[in-house]
Nanobody, 124 residues
Framework: QVQLVESGGGLVQAGGSLRLSCAAS????????MGWFRQAPGKEREFVAY????????YYLDSVEGRFTISRDNAKNTVYLQMNSLKPEDTAVYYC?????????????????WGQGTQVTVSS
């Protein structure tokens, strides 16, 4: 089992920045792959970013490429999502997710564990 707790969400003006954190426990952190997803009201949950166990490979949603950066600190059992140049369309609940085995990084169904989500609201 893996327990995930997100933090760092809040209200920010367009063009501003936020850093989300996801603290993991219950399993050796270096052995799990991590991802971020988001869900806006009335819309499907969508993939945002992914980082593998060794942090040697990352993937991003096209619309956040160049603005968001995913990273991990295995010593702290934590994954981060640095979000810069935020836009109103980035407003959503952001979820941290983890998976033990290999799979399709952009599919929510390939992840085994999920956090409770943290709200990000970007004003115009």
């Amino acid at each position: 089992q893996v327990q995930l707790v997100e933090s760092g969400g809040g209200l920010v003006q367009a063009g501003g920045s936020l850093r989300l954190s996801c603290a993991a426990s219950g399993r050796t952190f270096s052995n799990i792959n991590m991802g971020w997803f988001r869900q806006a009201p009335g819309k499907e949950r969508e993939f945002v970013a992914y980082i593998n166990r060794s942090a040697g490979r990352t993937y991003y949603l096209d619309s956040v490429e160049g603005r968001f950066t995913i990273s991990r600190d295995n010593a702290k059992n934590t994954v981060y999502l640095q979000m810069n140049s935020l836009k109103p369309e980035d407003t959503a609940v952001y979820y941290c997710a983890a998976r033990v085995n290999s799979g399709t990084y952009y599919r929510a169904s390939s992840f085994d564990y999920w956090g409770q989500g943290t709200q990000v609201t970007v004003s115009s």
